[in-house]
């Protein structure tokens, strides 16, 4: 004898049930409400079901605190306008809700997707309100396959296309030195993770073997790049990255980065607070430039201000600002304003392009030894913080049916052991919260040991570790690489590597 099925949910079920998102999503779609002037939450929170709904893919279990209470006869309306959205819930679900509380959790992750993409379509129109209706409207549009993932090439950097598993073959030769087996990496299965660390000394063969899997992962997806390139050969001849991912080669301070680097999503109150922190902690790890309690403090109280009172906000902006504040609160001008003056006394971004705009297309910023370090230290912190933001905005990357994430950006730096140690927030959270979001970030550095003065562990979060030959300590070879890992068995073009759930790394031919 079969079950029943369960009786289909009646209109004077819904009315009087409370749905909810998230704090998060009501933050955003606040904004949203302001700018477009609408006078009540139902309106928008509406619109962000709606732009989730037309995703095909399931929305992720929406995590965070519980935001506001709206009721079903409010969200939805009653009669035939709330038969009508469930029904479009359930169709998108390919089977109607058993009961109350599974629609309430289709609404609240639907609520909280659509919410991320109406934010991002926001961050794009720089909150002009016009600009806001041109392109939800264009959302409308028959679309193909293109604009799968419901976001549109504009607004998550990923183009569309069939999201597919990208195992990659580790270098050129890719062979097991012992069994001849070929070597390749699954960067975006389940489970796994999309970031990986290159490490060898000069010569080894670091630079070429980890350009030669970009490019490959190139090949197979559209995926577009930014990578920081300390010794200028990531561009040469041999590596040919911009001509692989048809990216503009940048050298600041003489091409200044066309980027609106302290952009906002969402500028409510709470959010500028937010913002201004993240920032501070960002500028006061400068290395040389760290700053104390009372330096943050005041940075923070400028941070918010420029914020505030510049759209585009730009450096001599928060320069200003703290000047003002060491004014106001008759304290001698230090070593925090110094550093702002200094930063500011070359032109290193030119707020041309919103971060949405930028990040859809690919770069390679060039970071030449003659720049002082700490214009190159503060370039890459100010980029991958706002990288950082922008990514944490949208909606989690599609993946297809069998797990396999699509990727929106692709992060590289070149001689990492030049900005590591300088405890990066943007480049942190970009590693360990990054995957969700399409977002992979490989490191490129000497030796083990670069890591160990990092606030978190980054190598932990590695998909992939690859270690050439180089002058390293045993104790952080094994740490990372396993206890039997040793660098000095390694012939020219080979290397140690290990993938993320080995038990111990290998020994492959990564080149010939």
Request: proline fraction near 5%; charged fraction near 25%; glycine fraction near 8%.
């Amino acid at each position: 004898m079969s079950l029943a099925e369960p009786a289909p949910l009646q209109p004077d079920q819904i009315a009087p049930a409370q749905f909810r998102s998230t704090e998060e999503a009501d933050s955003r779609l606040r904004q949203l409400k302001d700018i477009l002037g609408f006078g009540n939450h139902n309106i928008p929170a509406r619109l962000a079901i709606a732009r989730s709904l037309s995703v095909p893919e399931t929305p992720p279990v929406a995590a965070g605190d519980a935001g506001m209470v709206i009721r079903g006869q409010n969200l939805f309306g009653t009669g035939t306008d709330a038969a009508v959205w469930v029904s479009l819930l359930a169709q998108h679900a390919g089977r109607a809700p058993k009961d109350v509380p599974e629609l309430q959790g289709w609404v609240r992750a639907h609520w909280a997707r659509g919410a991320a993409m109406l934010a991002s379509l926001l961050e794009e129109a720089n909150g002009d309100s016009d600009e806001v209706w041109r392109l939800l409207a264009e959302t409308a549009l028959p679309k193909g396959s293109n604009e799968a993932n419901g976001l549109g090439t504009g607004a998550s950097g990923f183009d569309g296309g069939a999201v597919a598993a990208l195992d990659i073959p580790l270098g050129e030769v890719a062979q097991d030195a012992v069994s001849g087996d070929l070597i390749s990496w699954a960067l975006n299965a389940p489970g796994g993770s999309p970031h990986a660390a290159f490490m060898g000394g000069v010569g080894s063969g670091k630079t070429r073997t980890a350009t030669f899997m970009l490019r490959n992962i190139r090949e197979r997806s559209r995926v577009p790049i930014i990578a920081f390139d300390f010794k200028g050969d990531m561009s040469d001849s041999r590596n040919r990255l911009h001509e692989a991912f048809d990216a503009t080669v940048l050298t600041p301070p003489d091409t200044p980065i066309p980027l609106d680097v302290f952009a906002l999503v969402d500028r409510s109150p709470n959010e500028i607070v937010k913002a201004a922190q993240r920032l501070r902690d960002s500028l006061s790890n400068l290395k040389e430039t760290r700053f104390g309690d009372n330096q943050k403090r005041r940075l923070g109280d400028a941070l918010e201000q420029a914020l505030r009172s510049h759209t585009p906000c730009r450096l001599k902006d928060v320069r200003d600002a703290l000047q003002q504040v060491y004014a106001a609160q008759n304290a001698r001008e230090d070593g925090a304003v110094n550093a702002l003056v200094d930063l500011c006394r070359l032109p290193l971004f030119d707020p041309t392009l919103s971060p949405t705009e930028f990040f859809k297309r690919s770069w390679v910023i060039t970071l030449r030894a003659d720049v002082p370090d700490l214009f190159r230290v503060s370039i890459v912190t100010l980029l991958t913080d706002a990288l950082d933001r922008h990514l944490n905005a949208q909606a989690d990357a599609p993946t297809d049916e069998l797990g396999n994430r699509a990727l929106r950006v692709l992060c590289v730096i070149d001689e990492a052991h030049k900005i590591l140690g300088a405890r990066l927030p943007g480049l942190s959270n970009l590693i360990r919260q990054g995957r969700s979001k399409g977002g992979a970030v490989t490191l490129i550095s000497q030796r083990p040991d670069d890591f160990e003065g990092e606030d978190d562990d980054f190598l932990s979060e590695m998909g992939l570790l690859v270690c050439f030959g180089t002058n390293a300590k045993e104790a952080a070879v094994r740490r990372i690489l396993g206890s039997g890992a040793n660098l000095a068995v390694l012939k020219t073009g080979e290397a140690l590597a290990k993938k993320r759930g080995e038990a111990a790394a290998r020994r492959v031919v990564a080149w010939r």
